[in-house]
């Protein structure tokens, strides 16, 4: 695995499973690999507070998950190239994360 694809292993792992809100970036990464949006859009589909949004939307700009494209109110958000050409680290991270939550629920 490159340099590049093992460092955003661990962001990914860091971003989704590591911190509060991982759940949340993950629905904007998978809606952001559907259809590029701006925060209101995003706001809408995913239910939630424009500023929550934006929130999370600076700690995936941050992290070099996202990109934004335009100005001000009409920025539109990406997923990073390097997202894209590994988006399949974030669907294992995703699939693990899954399971253990739904490991966790299961009461013996």
């Not at 490159?2 to 759940?23: D, H």
């Not at 507070?49 to 700009?61: A, C, F, Q, S």
């Amino acid at each position: 695995m490159s340099y590049w694809a093992e460092r955003l292993r661990y962001i990914l792992s860091w971003l989704i499973v590591g911190t509060r809100g991982g759940v949340m970036r993950a629905r904007i990464i998978m809606s952001l690999k559907e259809s590029p949006m701006n925060a209101n859009q995003l706001a809408s589909l995913l239910g939630v507070d424009y500023r929550t949004i934006k929130h999370h939307l600076e700690i995936l700009m941050k992290n070099r998950i996202i990109m934004p494209v335009g100005e001000k109110y009409g920025v539109t958000y990406f997923l990073s190239p390097e997202v894209m050409e590994n988006y399949i680290i974030f669907e294992e991270i995703w699939k693990k994360f899954r399971e253990k939550q739904k490991r966790k629920k299961v009461k013996w």
